[in-house]
């Protein structure tokens, strides 16, 4: 019978203590076997690091008044799949279709360039290449970020965004060759210095445009950078942002006024064609389906819970839930109308399955939004953008699953350890907190594990130790066939780049690691 639960036996290691909470009687129709009793831990040698074997435990059961409300009913069936999923754009189709269109513009630039060996024509025609090929990337940058349901379910927020950054990388340095290729072949054709043809350049309108759009992508690039996003506010990093869509206007101005654009009717038509899109779909995703789903589903917080030292969950109820099919994993963007909140869309993940037209997402404080969560009242409005995310059961690719979580990170996984198919022994979750009282959830996870008689194993200990639980050889002390298992991992970031390493090493191909990195979603 697998493990229900175990507390990994090691000298640096703080125990769980256990629930003292009398028993409630269990349905004699879920009735399990008994857990056979634990089995004493050898004490490690003096100096030693390597964790003994494992040890089952038999966990209380939570009282009456510890149960889960009535929308985290842990003892539910298991969730069937939806009749009608959502569609799924593959993150490869999107490569290909991104890298189908930069060839369609090469084509373009071809079709209209002037073979010759004069220095000005040759500086002229990079000029027009590079152009054409960053207000390109601009649209492609305003596409991935378009929040697209069928790209965000495919490739996952994350990736999206990390995409993006690479991406605005790629159409500065595009911008700035653009620039250079068209000065220089300016002052060679006017025979001028290249202050000279800056301002010849500069005095007509379409360049003026352009210069003003490239500053404000400059500008949005500059507090992009790591460094400089952690000094500033988010409203004001967001603010900024907003810059680019109007740089994006400003080059679209000057792209019509180019010898490229400007040289045909069907190239004006489509370049304009292609513009017209992204902004619909730009207006569409987000501004026009939140305020309808607001509209539709009248969502209010219900209930602020503790769940333990600086974490909450918030329970959000509304009309015809079920209708934003939310899957187990996903996160929305949420934006609580009241003082402090309300200008900034929060990314959290559903805690729980969405029952009865209630969401649930549980949230740790760690800054001044989330600080103010906690003190939310029953009844204030909630706006909800989503949901996102591709850390969903759709990625599964193997019967045996592993849910590895890491502080906080546990919310998604949660909704996973109850939600996801499968037979006893098929799923194993392990999370990994500092100490007892960093663990949220412990009751469900507890009765999720006995009523699906999954395996659970919580590694508690200092993140600074000299043992490390989730080492390799570690991981497959707890999971022996640790390589025949998809993974599903969420955790700080630190932590989640190690865990990713030791899953590698262990012997997991990178692509059966399933991760979503919430400082890029």
């Avoid at 038999?58 to 799949?81: E, I, L, Q």
């Avoid at 900034?344 to 760690?366: C, E, G, N, Q």
């Avoid at 590694?459 to 640790?482: H, I, Q």
């Amino acid at each position: 019978m697998p493990d229900v639960t175990t507390e990994a036996s090691h000298p640096l290691y703080v125990p769980l203590a256990p629930l003292t909470a009398p028993r409630a009687e269990e349905p004699r129709r879920r009735r399990r076997p008994p857990v056979p009793p634990a089995r004493p831990a050898e004490p490690p040698a003096a100096g030693s690091v390597r964790p003994a074997e494992p040890v089952a435990t038999r966990p209380a059961r939570p009282t009456r008044s510890a149960r889960p409300a009535r929308s985290v009913r842990p003892t539910d069936p298991v969730a069937a799949p939806s009749a009608a999923p959502a569609l799924r754009l593959a993150p490869g189709r999107l490569r290909a279709g991104v890298a189908a269109g930069a060839g369609a513009v090469g084509l373009l630039w071809g079709l209209q360039a002037r073979p010759s060996a004069r220095l000005d024509v040759l500086f002229a025609s990079g000029a027009h290449l590079t152009g054409l090929l960053a207000g390109y990337g601009v649209l492609v940058l305003l596409l991935l970020m378009a929040r697209i349901p069928a790209v965000e379910h495919g490739v996952g927020a994350d990736r999206l965004a990390r995409r993006h950054s690479l991406g605005g990388r790629y159409v500065l340095g595009l911008i700035a060759a653009h620039a250079v290729l068209a000065l220089c072949g300016h002052a060679v054709h006017t025979h001028a210095d290249l202050v000279t043809a800056a301002g010849d350049l500069l005095s007509y309108g379409a360049i003026a445009a352009a210069t003003a759009g490239t500053a404000l992508l400059v500008a949005v690039g500059i507090t992009s950078a790591r460094s400089v996003r952690r000094r500033l506010r988010h409203e004001t990093w967001r603010a900024v942002h907003l810059g680019a869509l109007l740089a994006a206007a400003l080059g679209f101005v000057h792209q019509l006024a180019g010898p490229d654009i400007a040289g045909g009717l069907l190239t004006r038509w489509l370049w304009s064609l292609a513009h017209a899109v992204v902004a619909v779909l730009l207006v569409w995703y987000r501004i026009v389906v939140p305020a309808r789903a607001a509209l539709r589903h009248d969502l209010r917080v219900a209930e602020v819970r503790d769940e333990g030292p600086g974490v909450v969950s918030v329970l959000i109820r509304g009309r015809g839930v079920d209708r934003l099919r939310a899957e187990p994993g996903q996160f929305f963007r949420w934006r609580f109308l009241r003082r402090g909140l309300w200008a900034t869309a929060l990314p959290f993940s559903l805690s729980a399955p969405v029952r009865d037209d209630t969401l649930r997402i549980t949230v740790k404080a760690l800054g001044d939004h989330t600080r103010r969560v906690r003190r939310l009242r029953p009844g204030t409005r909630v706006l909800a953008t989503g949901p996102f995310g591709a850390l969903t059961a759709h990625r599964r690719t193997r019967r045996k699953v592993l849910l590895l979580a890491g502080g906080v990170g546990i919310t998604p996984l949660r909704a996973l350890f109850e939600t996801l198919p499968g037979g006893p022994g098929d799923v194993t979750l392990l999370y990994r907190a500092s100490d007892s009282s960093s663990v949220v959830l412990r009751e469900e996870l507890e009765a999720i594990a006995r009523e699906r008689r999954a395996d659970l194993h919580f590694l508690l200990g200092p993140s600074d130790g000299s043992f490390d639980p989730l080492a390799p050889r570690a991981l497959r002390n707890l999971v022996p066939d640790l390589a025949a298992h998809d993974v599903y991992l969420c955790g700080p970031p630190a932590m989640a780049r190690a865990a990713t390493a030791s899953l590698r090493r262990a012997g997991v191909p990178a692509s059966r690691i399933h991760s979503e990195d919430f400082d890029h979603a």
